[in-house]
């Protein structure tokens, strides 16, 4: 399955090139930010923008073994040493540099260049960490919350130009970039409406349809019979996600569903940077105490090749994705529900978010409030009863917009002509945000950890701070 869509415009021999960093690995199985830099650097292939793809590991066999090839000459992959030597003349040789994440905090020296750097925060992670670290010590979330903060601003100060994922983040990061001083007269001047400092470039899904292979769940997994109801949860179980709700409404079905399968697709994630998550563990305990487990709720063992997707998919009858109501719903973009909208597949979601909106908006599916196992039984209820090809209008309708083509327009324009910020942030700004706890100050952070979470924390806490003087720049 090649994931790439020809044509393609022809790259110029001068056009500007774009080192795109990717702060996990790139294979055959990847969580949300490396999908987004492997598909955003084929839709930039494709448009005539030649891009190297950094990433720390490339799995360049199994990416062959599963299909997922560069769809075009512009687009060349380098996996970067420990060092990252290798990294640091990619940079120097680009013409411009798109960081997302952790990035900068990484690899500092990416920001003291006197190039354009392009930072992607699709991904709020300050936001999302805060339920992510809710079990930590108070200690070691206030002191991981404000290195996060660090590492977050020190992008907003030093970037020239910035992506985000839809019209709500970029609410929110107007804000914070105007906190730090980066909406001014300068930006404002060259751009009333600060597009050209701060563009939206949402998830994509791809313009080639999914293809339909062979049984995946339907009398393969022990359990999931030919002529059962199939409720597929895309994606991880995070710990800002609730995979409990749709649990117990399952239950609560059971006596009059009993062809209902809720099934996880995503048990561990392939990231080499996630923890392991909380949730995840509650959700197999309560199906297991339901007596679903095996049964009516089922978790798929590790994560589904991205080239294999489709075929859960288009298997399924319906997808869900739940969460409860905090600070990182207002902002976060299910990047898994765009999966659904590429396979046509309809969706219970909970309101709160831009995508939850859209489903209800364009008769994609049904919304739910936050934390309501009564409100999700009576919805799937109607939504069972109601054929997926119903829903394919509306599908039809909205999926040309929502390709990576269209969605990479922002960043393909800004890497026509790549320019530094009109204010022009010094190199290296926000530098001084990522130096790690100074020498003064690391008896009273060790007393603190030793006393809230124990030895084995303190010598944790130790090794961190050891690699983060290791790293490079």
């Known amino acids: ?41 084929q ?6 923008v030649p891009v190297t793809l950094a990433a720390p590991r490339i799995d360049r066999e199994g990416m062959a073994a599963s299909g997922m090839v560069m769809g075009t000459g512009a687009v060349t992959e380098m996996a970067f040493d420990r ?3 290798s990294l640091r003349v990619a940079a120097e040789q680009a013409d411009a540099i798109l ?10 020296f990416l920001g003291a260049l ?6 992607d925060i ?82 994509g899904l791809p313009a080639d349809p999914p293809v339909v292979g062979a049984p995946v769940l339907r009398g393969v997994v022990p359990g999931i019979g030919r002529e059962d109801k199939v409720l597929l949860w895309g994606g991880g179980i995070w710990n800002w996600f609730d995979p409990l709700s749709p649990i117990r409404a399952v239950a609560a079905l059971a006596a009059e569903r009993p062809d209902l399968r809720l099934v996880f697709m995503g048990s561990a994630s392939p990231s080499l940077f996630t923890p392991k998550m909380a949730m995840a563990e509650r959700a197999r305990t309560l199906a297991a105490e339901l007596g679903l487990l095996d049964r009516s709720v089922f978790f798929l063992p590790g994560w589904v090749p991205y080239a294999e997707r489709a075929a859960y998919l288009l298997e399924a009858d319906l997808g869900i994705s739940c969460h409860h109501p905090h600070i990182e719903t207002r902002f976060a973009y299910r990047t898994r529900l765009l999966d659904c909208i590429w396979a046509g597949l309809p ?67 800004f890497m026509r002509d790549p320019r530094r910020a009109p204010d022009r942030p010094r190199p290296g700004a926000g530098a ?37 003087l290791r790293r490079p720049g």
């Open 432 to 468: 001084d945000r990522l130096r790690p706890t100074g020498l003064r100050e690391l008896p009273a952070r060790a007393v603190e950890i030793l006393r809230e979470g124990g030895p084995l924390q303190l010598m944790e806490e130790a090794v961190r701070y050891l690699r983060w």
């Open 122 to 203: 699709y991904d709020p992670f300050v936001l999302e960490n805060l339920p992510q670290r809710a079990a930590d010590t108070p200690g070691g979330r206030r002191h991981h919350h404000a290195s996060d903060l660090a590492a977050l601003c020190a992008q907003l100060e030093r970037g020239d130009f910035f992506l985000c994922a839809s019209a709500a983040q970029q609410d929110f990061w107007l804000g914070m970039l105007t906190a730090l001083g980066r909406v001014n007269p300068d930006t404002y001047d060259d751009d009333p409406g600060l597009e050209r400092l701060i563009g939206v470039l949402p998830f």
């Open 43 to 48: 839709a930039l292939g494709r448009a005539g």
């Open 114 to 119: 006197d190039k354009p750097l392009i930072v």
């Open 83 to 85: 060092r990252a030597d």
């Open 347 to 413: 969706m219970l979601v909970t309101g709160g978010d831009v995508l939850a909106d859209l489903v209800a908006g364009e008769d994609l599916g049904a919304t739910v409030p936050p934390d309501d196992p009564a409100a999700i039984a009576a919805a799937l209820r109607t939504m069972l009863d109601r054929p997926r090809a119903a829903y394919a209008p509306a599908f039809d309708r909205v999926r040309p917009s929502m390709t990576w083509d269209a969605a990479a327009r922002p960043l393909v324009d």
């Open 99 to 108: 960081v997302q994440g952790m990035g900068l905090a990484h690899h500092p």
């Open 1 to 41: 399955m090649n994931l790439s869509t020809p044509p393609h415009t022809p790259t110029t021999p001068d056009a500007p090139r774009l080192l795109l960093v990717c702060g996990d690995a790139i294979g055959p199985r990847m969580a949300g930010p490396s999908i987004r830099a492997w598909e955003l650097a």
